[in-house]
C-alpha cells in the first residue's frame, strides 16, 4: 500500500489532484481510515494514475479519461483512443477558430476604410416588395440562393404582369412572422399598384419624398468582407447618425440596402435611413 504522498511522487499527481480525483470517483483510494482521513492506494493503481496524468496533461476532460479507463481491463487501449479522440477534436477546433480569426482580421481590417457619408433629397418612390423569413427568425440561416430564388421570382411576376421596374432593387428589414424579423425585398416601379397587385404575400406601397441620410461603399476602397459580417456602409450610417445627433423613431428605422451597378469592379453597395432634418 502507498500513502498519498507517496503516490503523488510516483504518478506525477499532486496530492490535491488526487483528491480531487478521488471525489469524481476518477481514481479512489484503495483504503480511506475513518478517523485521520488518510488515504493509501494499492500498487495496481499507480498505472491508472499514470494514465490520468498523462491524459490530463494533453488536455483530455475527466469524464472522457473516465470512460477510456472503463473500456478494457487494463485501459492502455480505451486511453490510447480516447487520446487520439481528443487530438482530432482539438485540431478540428483549432481549424474553426483560425477560420474565424481570419474572418475577425478581415472585417476589422474593412471597417478602417472609409465609407462616403451624405445627406440628399429623394423623390416620392412606388415599389413592390417581398417578404423572406428566415428559419427560426434567424436571419444569418437565409443564404444568398435563398433571396436570389426569391426576389427573383417576383422579378417574373412583375414581368408576366408587364409591371415594368424602373429603379433599383433594394433590401430592407421588415416584421416576420410570430414578431421575428423578415428580409424584404423591393422592386421600384413606375406607379402605385395599389389593390390591382393581387400576388399572395406580396406588398405594395409608395415611399414618401424625404430626405435621407446615405452611406455608400465601393468595392475599390475596402477589403473583402467575410460571409456573416456587418457591413460597413451599415455601420458607417450608425456612426453618422451618432455624430449628427439623429435618434431613429421607433419601429420607423427603414434601413434599405442598395446594390448599383452589376459589374464585380465597379459596383457600389448603398445603405440609407430617412433622417428628419431639424
Known amino acids: 500500500m502507498l500513502q498519498i504522498g507517496d503516490f503523488a511522487g510516483i504518478t506525477g499527481l499532486s496530492?490535491?489532484?488526487l483528491r480531487h480525483y478521488g471525489e469524481k470517483a476518477l481514481?479512489?483510494?484503495?483504503?480511506?481510515d475513518e478517523r485521520s482521513g488518510y488515504r493509501w492506494y494499492a500498487e495496481g493503481q499507480v498505472r491508472a494514475g499514470a494514465t490520468i496524468?498523462?491524459?490530463r496533461a494533453a488536455g483530455v476532460p475527466l469524464p472522457e479519461i473516465a470512460e477510456a479507463l472503463g473500456a478494457s481491463s487494463s485501459g492502455a487501449d480505451g486511453a490510447l483512443g480516447a487520446?487520439?479522440?481528443h487530438r482530432v477534436s482539438v485540431l478540428e477546433e483549432r481549424a474553426r477558430e483560425d477560420l474565424a480569426h481570419e474572418a475577425a482580421v478581415s472585417e476589422l481590417r474593412a471597417l478602417r476604410v472609409?465609407?462616403?457619408?451624405?445627406?440628399r433629397q429623394q423623390p416620392e418612390q412606388h415599389y413592390v416588395g417581398r417578404a423572406?423569413?428566415?428559419?427560426g427568425d434567424d436571419l444569418d440561416g437565409l443564404t444568398d440562393d435563398d433571396a436570389n430564388a426569391v426576389f427573383g421570382e417576383l422579378f417574373e411576376r412583375l414581368a408576366g404582369a408587364g409591371i415594368p421596374v424602373s429603379g433599383e432593387f433594394w433590401t430592407t428589414?421588415?416584421?416576420g412572422e410570430n414578431g421575428g424579423a423578415a428580409l424584404v425585398g423591393c422592386w421600384e416601379v413606375p406607379e402605385s399598384l395599389g389593390d390591382e397587385w393581387t400576388f399572395p404575400g406580396d406588398q405594395a406601397g409608395t415611399l414618401p419624398p424625404r430626405t435621407e441620410l446615405v452611406a455608400t461603399w465601393r468595392p475599390e476602397n475596402g477589403e473583402a468582407l467575410p460571409e456573416g459580417a456587418t457591413h460597413p456602409a451599415i455601420i458607417a450610417l450608425f456612426d453618422?447618425?451618432?455624430?449628427?445627433?439623429?435618434?431613429?423613431?421607433?419601429?420607423?428605422?427603414?434601413?434599405?440596402?442598395?446594390?448599383?451597378g452589376q459589374d464585380p469592379d465597379g459596383f457600389s453597395v448603398e445603405v440609407s435611413v430617412r433622417v428628419e432634418e431639424r
Not at 114 to 119: E, G, H, K, Q, S
Not at 132 to 135: G, V
Open 240 to 260: 453618422a447618425l451618432d455624430a449628427r445627433g439623429i435618434e431613429l423613431r421607433l419601429g420607423r428605422m427603414e434601413v434599405r440596402q442598395t446594390v448599383r
Open 132 to 135: 423572406l423569413h428566415a428559419p
Open 173 to 175: 428589414l421588415g416584421s
Open 114 to 119: 472609409p465609407v462616403d457619408v451624405a445627406l
Open 27 to 32: 481514481l479512489v483510494p484503495e483504503v480511506v
Open 83 to 85: 487520446l487520439e479522440a
Open 15 to 17: 496530492v490535491k489532484a
Open 53 to 55: 496524468r498523462a491524459m
